[in-house]
């Protein structure tokens, strides 16, 4: 499939994405199947990474990172799903580099960014951020984790779920009630340090239907102490609002992850409805074949134009959350829908793990869910009309 030239790709991100490909093949994808196996990311990969640049390639200089823009972790991105580590690496790559990292970077004090970001721009230490709880999922002001405040620290009690990198993290960002009587001003942010936390237990490595090298846990937290000093932001109460803020580009994110496999599904689909036969003929050949394939590129080349404009709004720092919610709910959606319609051309083959598109058969439907369920996307658009 001709990709469409991002009108926001410059030469500097062009030779970022080429220099991407080639360590991606060399140094990560020999691993993936080891790591589906295993159900994690070995560290190694994380500080090979880190060497290599591909970590919080967008938080500045001074605090270890690449001092790019969003653009610099989207043209990252999106060869790590190019070369198949989209349900693995790309999943925690993009929770650490792009949400857990400049939630530090937005909210943090300077302390805070000198002590987290320069690890996390290394693969040092890995981020991950616990919102989600087994009764609270999009619906965060419903969370029943406490943080109460004791002397110079807090007491943090609660049980968190769906955690990308649980397993890896060395740095988890909770989300939990301050005040719970206060409701959504009751929400703030507290980083918890694993490595010297009495209290803090990493539950399941949880078994899913895709994504299957991506370490997505339980975390239970039992009276752990956190310094009071690891409060994101200069006071309580400000938690949810830094989520809304945070959450359109969060979103957005997962726009271009949907687009990026709408792109390998057609592509792979292209080439082997070329060479496989039936009732005589290659499959492109059906007038069937050639309807659906039709269909599934233009919506991957809507989807690209759609990402593309709302990524130059992003760099001009107009991004607006309503179209970032438009964009999720309907690239997602249409992910989901592509791929479907492209692995029918397989047959029984698109049914075997051992084949491409069926691992982003799998790993495409948790898009619909995680960063705010499409349901709630659509909630947050009708409240515009």
Request: glycine content about 10%.
């Given at each position: 499939?001709?990709?469409?030239?991002?009108?926001?790709?410059?030469?500097?991100?062009?030779?970022?994405?080429?220099?991407?490909?080639?360590?991606?093949?060399?140094?990560?994808?020999?691993?993936?199947?080891?790591?589906?196996?295993?159900?994690?990311?070995?560290?190694?990969?994380?500080?090979?990474?880190?060497?290599?640049?591909?970590?919080?390639?967008?938080?500045?200089?001074?605090?270890?990172?690449g001092g790019g823009t969003r653009a610099h972790d989207v043209v990252i991105?999106?060869?790590?799903?190019?070369?198949?580590?989209?349900?693995?690496?790309?999943?925690?790559?993009?929770?650490?580099?792009?949400?857990?990292?400049?939630?530090?970077?937005?909210?943090?004090?300077?302390?805070?960014?000198?002590?987290?970001?320069?690890?996390?721009?290394?693969?040092?230490?890995?981020?991950?951020?616990?919102?989600?709880?087994?009764?609270?999922?999009?619906?965060?002001?419903?969370?029943?984790?406490?943080?109460?405040?004791?002397?110079?620290?807090?007491?943090?009690?609660?049980?968190?779920?769906?955690?990308?990198?649980?397993?890896?993290?060395?740095?988890?960002?909770?989300?939990?009630?301050?005040?719970?009587?206060?409701?959504?001003?009751?929400?703030?942010?507290?980083?918890?340090?694993?490595?010297?936390?009495?209290?803090?237990?990493?539950?399941?490595?949880?078994?899913?239907?895709?994504?299957?090298a991506q370490d997505t846990s339980e975390l239970f937290f039992d009276d752990?102490?956190?310094?009071?000093?690891?409060?994101?932001?200069?006071?309580?109460?400000?938690?949810?609002?830094?989520?809304?803020?945070?959450?359109?580009?969060?979103?957005?994110?997962?726009?271009?992850?949907?687009?990026?496999?709408?792109?390998?599904?057609?592509?792979?689909?292209?080439?082997?409805?070329?060479?496989?036969?039936?009732?005589?003929?290659?499959?492109?050949?059906?007038?069937?074949?050639?309807?659906?394939?039709?269909?599934?590129?233009?919506?991957?080349?809507?989807?690209?134009?759609?990402?593309?404009?709302?990524?130059?709004?992003?760099?001009?720092?107009?991004?607006?959350?309503?179209?970032?919610?438009?964009?999720?709910?309907?690239?997602?959606?249409?992910?989901?829908?592509?791929?479907?319609?492209?692995?029918?051309?397989?047959?029984?083959?698109?049914?075997?793990?051992?084949?491409?598109?069926?691992?982003?058969?799998?790993?495409?439907?948790?898009?619909?869910?995680?960063?705010?369920?499409?349901?709630?996307?659509?909630?947050?658009?009708?409240?515009?009309?």
């Amino acid at each position: 499939m001709t990709q469409r030239v991002s009108p926001w790709m410059t030469e500097e991100l062009s030779i970022l994405r080429e220099q991407t490909r080639r360590f991606l093949e060399r140094e990560l994808v020999p691993e993936r199947e080891h790591w589906e196996k295993d159900g994690v990311v070995g560290q190694d990969a994380w500080r090979k990474a880190g060497a290599a640049g591909l970590l919080c390639a967008s938080i500045p200089e001074a605090y270890g990172g690449g001092g790019g823009t969003r653009a610099h972790d989207v043209v990252i991105a999106e060869e790590i799903g190019r070369a198949g580590l989209a349900g693995g690496f790309g999943a925690g790559a993009g929770v650490h580099s792009n949400i857990v990292a400049h939630y530090v970077l937005a909210y943090g004090s300077e302390a805070q960014k000198r002590r987290w970001l320069p690890a996390m721009a290394t693969g040092e230490l890995i981020g991950a951020i616990a919102m989600t709880e087994p009764g609270a999922g999009s619906d965060l002001q419903s969370i029943r984790a406490t943080a109460r405040l004791d002397g110079d620290a807090y007491l943090l009690n609660g049980q968190k779920t769906f955690i990308t990198n649980g397993q890896n993290a060395g740095l988890v960002i909770v989300v939990a009630k301050t005040d719970p009587a206060a409701g959504a001003r009751g929400i703030s942010l507290v980083a918890v340090e694993t490595a010297n936390a009495p209290g803090f237990r990493r539950g399941r490595n949880l078994e899913k239907i895709g994504m299957h090298a991506q370490d997505t846990s339980e975390l239970f937290f039992d009276d752990v102490r956190v310094p009071a000093a690891n409060l994101l932001g200069e006071d309580e109460g400000h938690g949810f609002r830094q989520l809304m803020v945070e959450l359109a580009w969060e979103r957005l994110s997962c726009s271009f992850g949907a687009v990026v496999a709408m792109e390998q599904a057609v592509e792979l689909t292209s080439a082997y409805v070329k060479e496989r036969q039936a009732f005589g003929q290659p499959l492109l050949h059906q007038q069937n074949t050639q309807f659906k394939l039709a269909e599934a590129k233009t919506h991957a080349v809507i989807a690209r134009t759609f990402v593309d404009d709302l990524m130059m709004r992003l760099l001009d720092g107009e991004l607006d959350p309503t179209l970032a919610a438009m964009a999720k709910w309907w690239t997602t959606d249409m992910q989901c829908k592509v791929i479907d319609e492209c692995l029918q051309f397989f047959g029984g083959y698109g049914y075997m793990a051992e084949y491409p598109i069926a691992r982003l058969y799998a790993d495409a439907r948790v898009q619909k869910i995680y960063a705010g369920s499409n349901e709630i996307m659509k909630m947050l658009i009708a409240r515009t009309l």
